[in-house]
């Protein structure tokens, strides 16, 4: 079955960087588009980020543009988001999502990102 782990969150302050991992198991990883959402708390569903299949295209939300990253290795199934320059409000938690013809229907069970001083 497919499933999605995500791994990296934690507890930077602000300035500081995180890198989150993503590891797909479950169907052919390379033929998909992935993308990273968050949720903070008390607000909904925000999409961060997405990745072509190969890498060969990304798209970034305007409020991370710049300062994230998202990349992929498929060589080694993983799935990445560089957070740089990490702000209070990029304290959520991120989800990676299997991106399909029908939008993002397999997703992770989150990471738990804390931008504090």
């Known amino acids: 079955q497919v499933q999605l782990v995500e791994s990296g969150g934690g507890l930077a302050q602000p300035g500081g960087s995180l890198r989150l991992s993503c590891a797909p198991s479950?169907?052919?990883?390379?033929?998909?588009?992935m993308t990273w959402a968050r949720q903070a708390p008390g607000k909904g569903l925000e999409w961060v980020s997405t990745?072509?299949?190969?890498?060969?295209?990304?798209y970034y939300a305007d409020s991370v543009k710049g300062r994230f990253t998202i990349s992929r290795d498929n060589t080694k199934n993983t799935l990445y988001l560089q957070m740089n320059s990490l702000k209070p409000e990029d304290t959520a938690l991120y989800y990676c999502?299997?991106?399909?013809?029908?939008?993002?229907?397999?997703w992770g069970q989150g990471t738990q990102v804390t931008v504090s001083s």
């Open positions: 990745i072509y299949n190969d890498g060969s295209d990304t």
């Open positions: 479950g169907f052919t990883f390379s033929t998909y588009a």
């Open positions: 999502a299997r991106y399909s013809s029908v939008g993002m229907d397999y």
